[in-house]
């Protein structure tokens, strides 16, 4: 049985919703996936800081997870959860609601 992070990787991999730059930052970069109520919170190996590239790549594991959030729970009501990406030492780099 795989974890959170496959298979968020996994539901990335096989969307035609996500861009390829989306499945390669979640293949490439996510390594733990938890939350709880509503709450998604994705652990990334990346190493910087808001505003910086590596913001930029969680931006698009966020719009990865968003994209795996809409298929579950269809229909997604705008609001309805959290999403957040960290680096590896535990900063906010993004979030966004699901």
Avoid: C, F, W
């Avoid at 919703?17 to 709880?36: F, I, L, P, Q, R």
């Avoid at 998604?40 to 990865?64: E, F, P, R």
């Amino acid at each position: 049985m795989g974890t959170e992070a496959d298979s968020l990787k996994a539901s990335a991999a096989g969307s035609s919703g996500a861009t390829a730059a989306m499945k390669t930052a979640v293949a490439d970069h996510v390594t733990k996936v938890g939350g709880a109520h509503g709450t998604v919170n994705i652990y990334t190996d990346l190493t910087g800081s808001l505003g910086s590239s590596d913001g930029d790549t969680a931006k698009l594991v966020v719009s990865a997870a968003t994209d795996r959030a809409a298929q579950e729970h269809k229909p997604v009501t705008a609001g309805a959860g959290l999403i957040t990406v960290y680096n590896e030492s535990g900063a906010i780099l993004s979030n966004g609601d699901y």
